[in-house]
């Protein structure tokens, strides 16, 4: 037996809940959140609101839980409002009864799950990031850009910073996806934290495509990615600079496939040449796909709190092409797995592209073996060490 499944059976009889910012897209948040839920599927929900026109077909793989809202969705419009609305996010996890728990996890970044209160157990925070938006990091949409909007904005921002780092405070122990994360946590909330980078899912489906590549194939693959197309992968928002992949493809001629939904969107259209092409969202099995036979994934993201995307391009042998800033720092081993660019501009996403043409060498195996550190099985096994320390039902 395991030493992951002798700590798990012994976690198996306390009572535990989940406690997530808000269900209403599906991103890297979501995906943790999926992984605890299968490690503790008994496991309630608790959560400000659920959005599932918002979540669209993501929906159905949050269905069957035992999901439990909040008082926020008492409000008028709270779907359309959730963002001024914040200022009262604070005090509706704070009103859900955790007293009858042994242990609440909270998985949050912008909306106040660590928030809530344990009354008799212990409350572990897996932190994604301090809100962007209050700490001047990029955030969904250009807010600055409307007086009417900044002044409103900003007003809000003040007098909801001191609410969380109130709520900041509330965990006992605070887990940071990353290091840039455990920084931020550092600075903004006063505390220190346990870093556990989050689980890339797609990860047990890429060892098994290369476990099953022989030499042939392995070369059969390189020969392939060289002569394929450029992916982007993420939300088509401000901070996460979709233009720039647009841009830089365009002046150098090459195929980019865009794969993401969001505000940006006709703008992006206007802008790209015949040699973009926009796919929307894609179910995993495209998305894996498309990982697989792209010759780099370019992520332009700045200050990305840890970066999913780029792991998973990496679990299939993929390099990346970076913005160097965020959490991308800690995953890409330039010149190994991926080059970064330093200038957040399509000049300077360009010159890295053509580098990245004169002289990277793609090793498809080597780069797919840099991302197991980042597996499910690595994420379970450090999340209930941690749980079962805080608990003191494991010793060494």
């Given at each position: ?143 600055q850009a409307n007086p009417y909007t900044r002044f409103a904005g900003n007003l809000l921002n003040h007098v909801v910073r001191q609410q969380d780092f109130k709520a900041g405070q509330n965990p006992d122990l605070m887990i ?51 002569q394929s197309y450029y992916l982007y992968v993420n939300r088509l928002a401000l901070a996460k600079h979709p233009e720039l992949a647009v841009k830089a493809a365009n002046t150098l001629g090459v195929p980019l496939k865009v ?138």
């Amino acid at each position: 037996m395991s030493r992951q499944t002798q700590v798990a059976q012994q976690l198996s009889h306390l009572k535990i809940a989940l406690v997530h910012d808000y269900l209403r897209e599906y991103g890297g948040a979501e995906r943790v959140l999926e992984v605890l839920h299968e490690l503790f599927p008994e496991a309630p929900v608790y959560t400000a609101f659920t959005d599932k026109k918002a979540m669209g077909t993501n929906w159905q793989r949050f269905a069957t839980w035992d999901i439990r809202e909040s008082v926020i969705t008492r409000f008028p419009l709270y779907k359309q409002l959730f963002s001024p609305l914040r200022v009262f996010a604070k005090w509706a996890f704070e009103q859900f009864d955790f007293s009858s728990y042994d242990l609440i996890i909270s998985s949050s970044n912008a909306y106040f799950a660590k928030a809530a209160r344990a009354r008799i157990g212990r409350h572990l925070c897996y932190c994604h990031t301090p809100p962007r938006v209050l700490y001047g990091y990029s955030a969904k949409s250009n807010w600055q850009a409307n007086p009417y909007t900044r002044f409103a904005g900003n007003l809000l921002n003040h007098v909801v910073r001191q609410q969380d780092f109130k709520a900041g405070q509330n965990p006992d122990l605070m887990i940071a996806n990353s290091v840039e994360t455990a920084l931020r946590i550092k600075k903004f909330y006063k505390r220190d934290s346990v870093v556990v980078h989050p689980p890339i899912m797609v990860f047990e489906e890429a060892a098994a495509f290369f476990k099953n590549l022989d030499k042939a194939g392995l070369q059969k693959l390189t020969k392939h990615k060289h002569q394929s197309y450029y992916l982007y992968v993420n939300r088509l928002a401000l901070a996460k600079h979709p233009e720039l992949a647009v841009k830089a493809a365009n002046t150098l001629g090459v195929p980019l496939k865009v794969v993401g939904t969001g505000s940006m969107l006709v703008d992006l259209q206007k802008l790209a040449l015949p040699n973009v092409e926009f796919l929307g969202g894609v179910d995993d099995q495209q998305l894996m796909e498309l990982y697989r036979n792209a010759r780099a994934l370019i992520y332009p993201a700045v200050d990305e709190d840890f970066g999913m995307v780029p792991v998973e391009a990496m679990a299939f042998g993929t390099p990346v092409i970076a913005h160097r800033s965020g959490g991308p720092k800690e995953t890409i081993r330039e010149g190994r797995t991926g080059v970064f660019f330093d200038e957040l501009s399509a000049s300077a996403l360009v010159a890295a592209i053509k580098d990245f043409e004169r002289d990277f060498v793609t090793n498809p195996r080597e780069i797919h073996q840099a991302a197991r550190a980042y597996s499910v099985e690595n994420f379970t096994k450090q999340i209930t060490t941690l749980i079962a320390r805080q608990l003191g039902k494991f010793r060494n």
